[in-house]
């Protein structure tokens, strides 16, 4: 696989083979990426959309949900998939398993998870402390990739005291990713206050190699380009902010357009409530065929209610009721109660969306900050991290 679509490009990002039409890529989320919302997203704009969170572990044990997790649509052109795990060995099979039976067109590792249930064993985000684990298991993974492009996401570190994200971005370079992706804040600030995007510019001036990546608190298409010309970063990650909003993939696919000189100015998407509405049929329908069950799908689109409508003038009961859905047919009645004519509410629409929550202390294996090297102990610990569950 070399391309994202053809036809001329607004962005210059290339990951290996893979030439991105626009420089932008859908986060992995836990519990949102899967294959219905990629392609809800696809259908919107261009880019680059990567799966929830796989655990090597459960994949290379073929758990029947890793299983369904990993599966890809005929139209996606890019199969792009994140593994998460902590030993090198574990992922090192996982991405040989991905590769050999064709799964994968790209392959991202997760480096920057802040929940406690993974970094509390060694795992996601506070995984690079501890450099020499991190090297070898990026130089397994991108041994057992082969020519499929392998990238890393990670944050700036544990903390503003352990901050890893030159140093593990500098080893990654030189184990051979075809790309870096850094989320802005530390596992600490989990997802509070406001990014740091000069952190992603220091990654991008230490980093000369291949392209990196600026995530955090990209809520429209203006912040991505902001960040792009702040920082000078090849490309942004979205996550938060296409919450409830698919279409922030239509206004991005134009304002990167627009800034390579390809389009006129102008083509902001302002959905009215039966924009919205409509959006959010199509993406049950598309649950339900990714699931096999209208209940399944249902349980599943119900946290997204909230997000669609932030900023609606739609009453208490209906979102009570929107969040109890349950079938295509009670979705139709309960969107028909509503006013489709309704215009887009403008900035009460806009901002912020998903996890906030405030800074915590990080929930980490005793006593690993005391060193960057693994002690006996610690590897007593990380070799019984892997989580046996996918998509958390």
Same mark, same amino acid.
């Given at each position: 696989?070399?391309?994202?679509?053809?036809?001329?490009?607004?962005?210059?990002?290339?990951?290996?083979?893979?030439?991105?039409?626009?420089? +932008?890529? *859908?986060?992995? %989320? @836990?519990?949102?990426?899967?294959?219905?919302?990629?392609?809800?997203?696809?259908?919107?704009?261009?880019?680059?959309?990567?799966?929830?969170?796989?655990?090597? &572990?459960?994949?290379?044990?073929?758990?029947?949900?890793?299983?369904?997790?990993?599966?890809?649509?005929?139209?996606?052109?890019?199969?792009?998939?994140?593994?998460?795990?902590?030993?090198?060995?574990?992922?090192?099979?996982? +991405?040989? %398993?991905?590769?050999?039976?064709? &799964?994968?067109?790209?392959?991202?590792?997760?480096?920057?998870?802040?929940?406690? $249930?993974?970094?509390? #064993?060694?795992?996601?985000?506070?995984?690079?402390? $501890? #450099?020499?684990?991190?090297?070898?298991?990026?130089?397994?993974?991108?041994?057992?990739?082969?020519?499929?492009?392998?990238?890393?996401?990670?944050?700036?570190?544990?903390?503003?005291?352990?901050?890893?994200?030159?140093? /593990?971005?500098? /080893?990654?370079?030189?184990?051979?990713?075809? /790309?870096?992706?850094?989320?802005?804040?530390?596992?600490?600030?989990?997802?509070?206050?406001?990014?740091?995007?000069?952190?992603?510019?220091?990654? #991008?001036?230490?980093?000369?190699?291949?392209?990196?990546?600026?995530?955090?608190?990209?809520?429209?298409?203006?912040?991505?380009?902001?960040?792009?010309?702040?920082?000078?970063?090849?490309?942004?990650?979205?996550?938060?902010?296409?919450?409830?909003?698919?279409?922030?993939?239509?206004?991005?696919?134009?304002?990167?357009?627009?800034?390579?000189?390809?389009?006129?100015?102008?083509?902001?998407?302002?959905?009215? *409530?039966?924009?919205?509405?409509?959006?959010?049929?199509?993406?049950?329908?598309?649950?339900?065929?990714?699931?096999?069950?209208?209940?399944?799908?249902?349980?599943?689109?119900? $946290?997204? %209610?909230?997000?669609?409508?932030?900023?609606?003038?739609?009453?208490?009961?209906? &979102?009570?009721?929107? @969040?109890?859905?349950?079938?295509?047919?009670?979705?139709?009645?309960? *969107?028909?109660?509503?006013?489709?004519?309704?215009?887009?509410?403008?900035?009460?629409?806009?901002?912020?969306?998903? &996890?906030?929550?405030?800074?915590?202390?990080?929930?980490?294996?005793?006593?690993?900050?005391?060193?960057?090297?693994?002690?006996?102990?610690? #590897?007593?610990?990380?070799?019984? @991290?892997?989580?046996?569950?996918?998509?958390?």
């Amino acid at each position: 696989m070399t391309s994202v679509k053809t036809g001329a490009r607004a962005g210059n990002l290339n990951i290996g083979p893979i030439q991105a039409e626009v420089p +932008v890529v *859908l986060a992995p %989320m @836990a519990g949102i990426t899967n294959m219905a919302y990629r392609r809800l997203c696809r259908e919107q704009g261009s880019g680059i959309f990567v799966s929830e969170m796989i655990t090597s &572990r459960a994949l290379v044990e073929r758990t029947p949900g890793s299983m369904h997790l990993i599966q890809t649509h005929p139209s996606e052109e890019v199969r792009s998939i994140q593994l998460y795990g902590v030993a090198p060995k574990t992922v090192r099979e996982a +991405v040989t %398993m991905l590769v050999a039976e064709n &799964r994968a067109d790209h392959i991202d590792l997760n480096f920057g998870c802040p929940v406690p $249930k993974v970094t509390r #064993k060694g795992g996601g985000s506070a995984l690079p402390w $501890k #450099k020499d684990l991190f090297r070898e298991i990026v130089e397994e993974a991108v041994k057992a990739a082969g020519d499929v492009p392998l990238t890393i996401k990670m944050r700036k570190g544990i903390d503003a005291d352990h901050l890893t994200f030159i140093e /593990a971005g500098k /080893a990654a370079e030189g184990a051979g990713v075809a /790309a870096i992706a850094l989320h802005g804040r530390t596992a600490a600030e989990f997802y509070s206050g406001h990014a740091d995007w000069n952190a992603i510019g220091e990654l #991008k001036q230490a980093i000369t190699s291949v392209p990196v990546l600026g995530n955090g608190d990209i809520w429209s298409a203006e912040d991505a380009i902001r960040m792009m010309e702040q920082t000078d970063c090849d490309g942004v990650v979205v996550g938060r902010g296409c919450l409830g909003r698919p279409w922030l993939f239509a206004e991005l696919d134009a304002a990167f357009r627009e800034r390579a000189g390809l389009q006129e100015p102008g083509n902001r998407v302002e959905p009215t *409530l039966g924009y919205v509405a409509a959006t959010l049929r199509r993406h049950l329908e598309l649950l339900i065929e990714f699931f096999d069950t209208e209940e399944h799908a249902c349980r599943d689109i119900r $946290k997204h %209610m909230a997000w669609y409508f932030k900023g609606y003038p739609v009453g208490g009961d209906v &979102r009570s009721q929107l @969040a109890q859905v349950t079938s295509l047919q009670h979705l139709d009645d309960l *969107l028909g109660q509503l006013d489709w004519s309704v215009p887009y509410p403008g900035a009460d629409a806009e901002g912020q969306r998903g &996890r906030q929550g405030t800074p915590k202390r990080p929930s980490l294996p005793d006593r690993w900050l005391e060193s960057q090297a693994l002690s006996d102990a610690e #590897k007593a610990v990380v070799a019984h @991290a892997e989580i046996d569950a996918s998509g958390g």
